[in-house]
Structure formats: C-alpha cells, structure tokens
C-alpha cells in the first residue's frame, strides 16, 4: 500500500495514473505500490521507467519470470487457434495438461485433475469433493438422523476469499465480517498432535458428539502466515489419524507447488511431508506463469468418481490459452531443470541474506524460492518499502517478516544483487 508521503516520491505518470485508480477500483488493494509497464526475467519496469528486481513474481505465479519466450509463443500461438471454448467441448492442450500433472503429481491410476481459475477455486473444488465424500461416511447424513461430516483446518492457515475457501481460512480479521460460513468447520492448531485427536475423538453419536471428519485441509508452508512450516512430523500424524478415521488429507499447494519449493509439489518432500501421499491437492499460481489458472487432483478413481456431471463446473475451467501457457510454463521447468535451480537458488539467498551481518536479519526459514526473512523488530512494511525505493521488490507477509518468492529462473546474479541491497537496509527502521 502506498501512504500520502511515498506518493510525493512517484514519478508523474505513476502519480497520475494511481490517482485515476482510486476513481474506479474497489478499495480492497488499498493504493498500489506502482503502476508497472513491462518485464523481462526477473526484472520490470514501472510506468516512468524505474527498474526493479522483483523477488515476489507475481506472489509466487510468475514461475518463467516475464515475457519468457517459450511462454510468449505458445500463447500467442494459441491464441490464434482458439483462446476459449465452452467445456461443452474439450481441447488438446487441456488435455495433455490434466496429464501432465497426474504424471508430475506421481498420483495413481485413476486419478483425475478439475480445472478452475484460481487457489480459491481450486481449494473451493477440494472443500465440496470433500463434502460428497463425508456423505459416504456412518452417521454423517442428517435426513437419516446423523449429524454433518466435519472439515478440520489450520490455524493460521490461509485458503481463499470466497465464501466456501474462507471458511477454511483462519485469518478472523477476514473471516468474521462474512460469518455465518460453510458450517462444520473446526481449526486446530498445526503442529499440535494432541488437538488434532481431539478434533477426531469429538465424533459420537452422544447428545455432545459430532459429525465423523471428512477431511483435513492443509498447506505444508503455511505461506500467509509468514512462510511457516507445518512440521513433517505432524504432517505424517495428520496422515496416520486420516486413514484410522477415513478420513481425506487434503493439501494446498497453492503457493508451494509447480516447483516452488524445489520439486513439482511440496508433499514429494519428506522433510515438508513426512513423506505421506495426500488423497487431494490443489494447485494454482506458478501452474501458468502468470494466466489465471488453478484447479485440484484427486487421488484414485473412487474419490474421482464422486464428482459427477453438474454436480460442479467453471465457465473457464481449462480453456486452452490458459492451458497452453500451463503446458509451455512446464516444460521450461522440466527442460531448464528449474526445480535444480530454485533448490540452489533458495540456498543461496537464505545463505546470503544471513552473511550479511545486518543485525535486522535475525533468521531465515523455507524452502526452494519459497523463503522469508525474520526481522529483529516488527518493521516490515517499512522494510519492503526501503527496498522498493532501491528497485528490490520483497513483501511484507508479517509485521516482522519478508517474503521471497524470485521466479524460479532466478539467476545466482540476481540474488547476489538483491542480497546486497537487503544488506543496506537501515536496522533502525520505525515499526509498522
């Protein structure tokens, strides 16, 4: 967000064009930082022609950085075949891309991908196939008696803004205005076993009992809340607990899949994992390297098969230039062998942001070129905004956070140049 005083250092185009912003845009933004022209790698340009680094690509989406070739060719090759067709009918890129990401997913024969157009979507998909699925569950049918299947989130955990998405979401601050939300949503504190049991253990068919859990939804960096690990050993009990109690482990992979953390999805690392498999998982952001695109994987026919026709659709969904973007954004990762990169990358820079004896920098946490950088005291907005000023584009996740999520083309140059610009932050920054 952009205040009164770092307006009066704009330039004059980004001065008169954020002024014509507010005029016509919901407020829910607040000002923006600049209005942004073009880009090239890992760098873009502002309508006065400032450059800057961006380490935030797009918040984790722009997995090619900007104006990749590979990506500009085959939209544009696309686009001039088909851009959109209805889902009354099906396209070759939708296709090959639903089994594009099966095969990367490692899921099992019988698994199958829905096609929305963002995380919220996607994570909106997984909430809903878990509600057909606590139907099949004893006692989870109230016209018969029984008392509704629960959904058990993360505290802290983040989802999506719309309403289904939202009641997963913990954030009270962007909850509570909506509530009353999708019922038979419970948030347990991640990392602690112990709750976790007492979620599952408060099914019973006694006057105080609840609805059997249909599914636990999570994300393995919780990435809202400040790039924070779940923990793999919590994640392998969550597993454990969902089979003894048939239950669904649903995954988020939102912000940590499409190599972001250094491989295609976050669960294939055991150190993130605890090595489970997940029965769904959700995608979206880096999937197209910049088109809106997301969506979910279900695990296995069984689970596949609850979704019916009608029973959930997008106008959108897999359209083809959303598909070919996805397909080429892959096979850069593949052929580039980007997952390699964002590994070493995201070493580097941890590395690097610690060497440089800035005594605001108290830690580093992450994975891949999903990273943050904890502050010595809660000044991060004013942090991000220094580095702006300095052509570094970082975000404030938390009052004494960073974020770093570099397009995993990221160049080992260009994190020494953001490093050395992180090394020039003044420790004695005002708190937010």
Known sequence: MTTDGQLEQLGTKDKAWLGKYSQVHMNVFGTPLRVMDHGKGARIWDIDGNEYLDFLAGIAVNSLGYAHPAWVKAVSEQAAKVAHTSNYFATEPQIELAAKLV???GAPEGSHVYFGNSGAEGNEAAIKLAKLY???LPGALPEQGGKPARIISMVHGFHGRTLGALSATWKPVIREPFEPLVPAVEFVEPGDVEALK???DATGTAADGKGPVAAVIMELIQ???????????????????CDEHHALLIIDEVQTGVGRTGSWFAFQQKELSGGVTPDIITFAKGVAGGFPMGGMIAFGQQLSDLFTPGSHGSTFAGNPLGAAAALATLGVIEHDDLLANAQARGKQLREGIMAT????FKSTRGAG???????AHPCAHAAMNWMLEHGLIVNAVAPDALRLAPPLIVSAQDVDEAVSIMAGVPADLADD
Do not use: H, S
């Not at 400040?226 to 969550?238: F, H, K, L």
């Not at 004896?357 to 605001?360: A, C, R, S, V």
């Open 134 to 136: 606590g139907r099949t």
């Open 369 to 375: 070129l999903l990273d943050a950088v904890e502050l």
């Open 223 to 241: 990435g809202e809340a400040g790039v924070m690990p779940v923990g793999a050993e919590y994640v392998r009990q969550a597993r454990q607990l």
């Open 357 to 360: 004896g800035n005594p605001l």
């Open 198 to 200: 007492a979620a599952f």
């Open 103 to 105: 095969k990367l997913a």
